[in-house]
């Protein structure tokens, strides 16, 4: 799982800035997470900004008082960079280029992206990285399709976690998860929402979800009878871990980090620590066992269809990786 935070996104906007020509006179963002982008490499740049709209309408941002530059209407404009903060099929880029080629304008369009995958550069002039997929970025992390593969801890996640005065296994804590406020409601259909909440708490915690719009597949709780008999099984995450082995899930959201880590160590497949805002990774070794072991399985399952698309993304892989080189020479 590849993942990039608001931090590395402001690193890689400041490497994109330092290898672009040096006549690019505004910055475009595609929004919505396109602006984000355009808003740092335009400082980077010491460019105005606009969205899309702005462009079609010849519609400035303000640029505040450290902003002196030459540019200051679109009069001054030769030459634009339209940015996303991501490519991944190329829709939207696709999207914005036909609607900005239905316009008269009188200076030189270009197209540039943050983040590509692998085929990413057929659709722009320019790039900072190639982050392949399956990728995740902090800012769509709870709202990103990749959900519905996703194991996500409730507690300290999509809700805080209880104080020591709540925690008690009983009326207190009862009240706590029927009416403690939500920290993040996910728009997308979450795979398996694991949480080491008592089993005897379901009927609160579904009737919590269903209050606030979370949708889920499935809903995996402790089985112990107690909080006292959970405590002393101490196996909060390797619980979590047997059930993100056990399912076909792609990334676990939790919320401590130590559990992160732990899950990390037996699951041997990432965890996204949400109180730490990091990415918590298995060793090289540990991630391509069991990659291999998935493979091996799809392999015997279905040979001939595991075959050819193997073929086919080894291909691909060769034909993008010479074309992104050629081009990066050709920009040179």
């Known amino acids: ?28 963002g595609i929004p919505r997470s396109g602006l984000l982008a355009a808003n740092l490499l335009c400082l980077h740049l010491d460019r105005p900004m606009t969205d899309v709209d702005g462009l079609c309408e010849e519609r400035l941002l303000q640029t505040g008082h450290r902003y002196d530059g030459s540019v200051s209407s679109f009069e001054d404009i030769d030459r634009v960079l339209v940015l996303d903060d991501s490519v991944k099929s190329g829709t939207q880029m696709t999207e914005t280029k036909a609607r ?46 990749m959900l519905k593969h996703s194991c996500i801890d409730i507690d300290g996640v999509l809700c805080r976690d209880p104080t020591a005065d709540e925690n008690d296994d009983g009326p207190k804590y009862r009240e706590f998860i029927t009416t403690v406020e939500p920290q993040i409601v996910p728009t997308e259909r979450v795979g398996w929402l694991v949480t080491n909440r008592l089993e005897k708490y379901r009927p609160e915690t579904e ?7 979370i949708e889920y597949e499935e809903l995996v709780m402790c089985q112990a009878s107690s909080m006292e ?18 399912t076909d899930a792609e990334l676990f959201i939790e919320s401590d980090p130590h559990q992160a880590n732990e899950i990390t ?35 015997a399952t279905e040979p ?4 050819t698309r193997a073929s086919m993304y080894v291909a691909s892989w060769s034909y993008n990786t010479v074309t992104m080189a050629a081009h990066k020479y050709r920009n040179r």
């Not at 008999?229 to 056990?246: C, G, N, V």
């Open 1 to 28: 799982m590849n993942y990039r935070s608001v931090s590395d996104l402001g690193a890689s906007a400041r490497q994109l800035a330092q290898s672009l020509p040096g006549d690019i006179d505004l910055v475009v």
């Open 100 to 145: 900005l080629a239905e316009e008269n304008f009188s200076f030189e369009l270009e197209y540039a992206a943050i983040y590509i995958s692998k085929r990413g550069h057929n659709f722009v002039d320019h790039w900072a990285e190639v982050v392949d997929t399956p990728r995740v970025f902090e800012w769509n992390l709870m709202h990103h399709p």
């Open 207 to 213: 009737q919590w979800l269903a209050e606030h719009g």
């Open 229 to 246: 008999e959970r405590q002393r099984r101490a196996d909060h995450a390797r619980f979590k871990a047997r059930i993100y082995d056990e």
């Open 265 to 299: 160590k037996y699951a041997r497949k990432p965890v996204f620590c949400y109180e730490a805002n990091e990415m918590f990774r298995p060793g090289m070794v540990a991630e391509a066992y069991t990659k291999s072991n998935d493979y091996l399985s799809r392999l």
């Open 304 to 307: 001939v269809t595991f075959v």
